[in-house]
């Protein structure tokens, strides 16, 4: 089974800067990567797909790269919304298809 | 609009059974496999069990193999998961979600499962 180790645990940021969110995987999952947001109480919500593509209605200031085992979600200025729990997920191959720990981006 | 809405969550005993059902509109169910995905109170998110869109594949996570059961009616676009033997590390908002590719593009909002005496 592959690993996903996401880093930092806790990001503090301030509105209106840039926030670097890291996930690795204990081996290669190619671009097969995507990451979610997730609110409290609410259902995860898709992001990024394939470490690089944004999903459908997903705000130009959030973007994925990365390739292999060393993937970063950036956004590029954090607004209020923003502050939320970051999981990312590889789907490289079956099974399963594994989540990281979550990151939890909370205001400075 | 895709929605997939769970139910059927709620308070059970240890070694007692619960049925999970996740209602899918706006999309071909049939055409799609499907999902379950848990997340223990204030935990990350977990993998449970999947389906195929004929609903004769299934394949579940060893902590819940042969205590869980994953099933679909197409005619009725609703996706079942089956639990039995409940233990309290099964406590979890459970969400049905649908896959994109290996991504999971539509989550239903969760129903919460809490397994206490």
């Known amino acids: 089974e592959i690993v996903m180790t996401q880093s930092p645990a806790t990001l503090s940021v301030s509105p209106g800067e840039r926030a670097t969110l890291s996930c690795k995987a204990s081996q290669s999952v190619g671009s097969f990567l995507a990451w979610y947001q997730q609110k409290p109480g609410q259902a995860p919500r898709l992001l990024i797909y394939?470490?690089?593509t944004r999903a459908t209605g997903v705000p130009a200031r959030f973007s994925g790269s990365g390739s292999g085992t060393e993937f970063t979600l950036t956004i590029s200025s954090l607004q209020s919304e923003d502050f939320a729990v970051y999981y990312c997920q590889h789907y490289k191959n079956w099974p399963p298809y594994t989540f990281g720990q979550g990151t939890k981006l909370e205001i400075k | 609009e895709v929605q997939l809405v769970e139910s059927g969550g709620g308070l059970v005993q240890p070694g007692g059974s619960m049925r999970l059902s996740c209602a899918a509109s706006?999309?071909?169910?049939?055409?799609?496999?499907m999902h379950w995905v848990r997340q223990a109170p204030g935990k990350g998110l977990v993998w449970v069990s999947r389906?195929?869109?004929?609903?004769?594949?299934?394949t579940y996570a060893d902590s819940v193999k042969g205590r869980f059961t994953i099933s679909r009616d197409n005619a009725k676009n609703t996706l079942y998961l089956q639990m039995n033997s409940l233990r309290a590390e099964d406590t979890a908002v459970y969400y049905c979600?649908?896959?994109?590719?290996?991504?999971?593009?539509?989550w239903g909002q969760g129903t919460l499962v809490t397994v206490s005496s």
């Open positions: 389906i195929n869109n004929d609903g004769d594949y299934t």
């Open positions: 979600a649908r896959p994109r590719n290996g991504d999971y593009d539509y």
């Open positions: 706006g999309f071909t169910f049939s055409s799609y496999w």
């Open positions: 394939d470490a690089s």
